[in-house]
């Protein structure tokens, strides 16, 4: 990570100060995926745009952004159950015009395992 000195240090009045750029080293060591709304798909796979913003992502124009809403495509069928191959990930259940099951209302085939 880069920072540079006007960010770094404190902007205060200071005689004989160096202000040089500060360069820091991070090391990720833990990361967790969420799921909002508990449909198996990561929050940040439901941003369809990819604008790194989920919030403008509404599939079935319902008013609730796709990573909060329980049936993304709103064919009455719940996200969750709408992993066809019960592999616990429904982005790869794709239908014939190539789009994932779970974002199109034509496909309202679900999962009964």
Do not use: C, R, W
């Amino acid at each position: 990570m880069f920072v540079p000195s006007g960010l770094a240090y404190f902007s205060g009045n200071s005689t004989g100060a160096i202000y040089d750029n500060l360069i820091f080293k991070i090391e990720l060591l833990q990361m967790e995926e969420q799921d909002h709304d508990s449909d198996l798909v990561p929050s940040y796979l439901e941003d369809l745009n990819d604008n790194i913003d989920v919030t403008d992502d509404d599939t079935d124009e319902d008013g609730l952004p796709n990573f909060i809403d329980l049936d993304d495509d709103g064919d009455g069928v719940l996200t969750i159950n709408e992993d066809i191959d019960g592999d616990g990930d429904p982005t790869n259940d794709i239908g014939a015009n190539g789009i994932p099951k779970y974002l199109d209302p034509e496909e309202t085939e679900s999962n009964e395992n």
